[in-house]
């Protein structure tokens, strides 16, 4: 399968350099000084049980014209990139080309089949911890690698089951799902709420969840959530709450999400995505989203970096 990956950063490069042991023809759209790294030196991609994987050279390019037209096109860059990111990647479109976002959220599919209108979107979903460190240099926190993604009206088709077949040989866990708009609904009660209050207080999992009136923000969080996803035709359970608290329960305490880091970082938030669309998509349904508009408010002024 030749695959195109759009952003080689923290999600682009774990994803891409594990499909591209994998067996399948991947080239990196990348920029700057992690391009010059890609094309003179590969990825290097050092997790936390202390393995380091070098691929060597990648094929990596600024402009897809470069590449031509392949099989999936895969978008990992931030989502206030997206748009742009997206307009640009006409030249990798055949007539069967498939275009995976792996971005947070649930907007992504839409914000790009508005600045791309033509190929088919796939819904698609990341669980991973990994940043940057470095040109070339990747760094993953602990040893999670796993994916959902699938056609949003829940059917199957040849390259979903075969990138399905290219995840199980990678070791990334996960796969195909004929419930992708769930499993982004879900993944939003989790990370919006998790990012919004970890955010918030700066601390991590351990303190959220521990601090009673601050665990009692998170559980109203993910409810909502499940409320406005509920509202809007989303088959959730109607646990989901309860059972996001649990899995927040299971994680390391030190967990803490991509958001929260770029805060601490300085760096921009994808907030208008996360308690942001909560509060948006919430008033279009018409259903009430306190905590998150609390959320919203107190992060606003840190939404463009550094304050
Ligand atoms: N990091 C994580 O652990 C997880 C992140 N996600 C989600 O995945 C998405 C990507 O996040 P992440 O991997 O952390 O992002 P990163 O910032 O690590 O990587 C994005 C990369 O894309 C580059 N880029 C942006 N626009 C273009 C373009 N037009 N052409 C070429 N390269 C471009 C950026 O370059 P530059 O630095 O120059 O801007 C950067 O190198 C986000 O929506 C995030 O929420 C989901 C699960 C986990
Ligand atoms: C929680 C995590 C690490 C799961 O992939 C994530 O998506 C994020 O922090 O953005």
Not at 66 to 75: R, Y
Not at 129 to 154: C, D, K, W, Y
Not at 172 to 184: M, Q, Y
Request: hydrophobic share 50%; net charge neutral; aromatic share 4%.
């Amino acid at each position: 399968m030749r695959i195109a990956i759009i952003g080689a950063g923290g999600v682009g490069a774990v994803f891409g350099a594990a499909l591209q042991q994998a067996g399948a023809e991947v080239a990196f759209v990348a920029r700057g000084a992690h391009l010059q790294a890609l094309q003179t030196r590969g990825l290097t991609i050092r997790d936390q049980a202390g393995a380091t994987l070098s691929t060597g050279a990648v094929t990596a390019v600024d402009d897809p014209a470069a590449i031509g037209p392949v099989d999936l096109v895969i978008l990992t860059v931030k989502l206030w990139d997206l748009a742009a990111a997206a307009a640009a990647i006409r030249p990798l479109i055949g007539p069967a080309t498939l275009v995976l976002p792996l971005q947070n959220g649930v907007e992504a599919a839409d914000i790009i089949a508005a600045a791309l209108p033509g190929p088919e979107v796939l819904g698609g979903v990341a669980y991973v911890s990994a940043r940057i460190e470095a040109p070339g240099v990747i760094r993953q926190t602990g040893t999670m690698r796993s994916l959902a993604f699938g056609h949003r009206n829940g059917s199957a088709g040849e390259t979903v089951r075969a990138l399905d077949a290219l995840c199980r040989a990678a070791g990334i866990k996960g796969g195909a799902s004929d419930r992708i708009e769930a499993v982004l609904w879900e993944k939003l009660t989790f990370l919006a709420s998790v990012a919004g209050v970890g955010s918030a207080t700066r601390q991590p999992i351990g303190v959220m969840r521990a601090v009673p009136e601050t665990r009692a923000l998170l559980a109203a969080a993910f409810a909502e959530i499940v409320a406005v996803g509920r509202a809007r035709g989303v088959a959730l359970a109607a646990d989901l709450a309860e059972r996001t608290m649990a899995t927040v329960d299971g994680l390391p305490e030190v967990t803490r999400s991509s958001m929260q880091q770029d805060l601490e970082a300085g760096g921009r938030l994808e907030l208008p995505w996360l308690s942001g669309a909560v509060v948006r998509l919430g008033a279009a349904a018409g259903v009430p989203t306190p905590a998150h508009a609390a959320l919203l408010g107190v992060l606003a002024p840190y939404v463009e970096g550094r304050r």
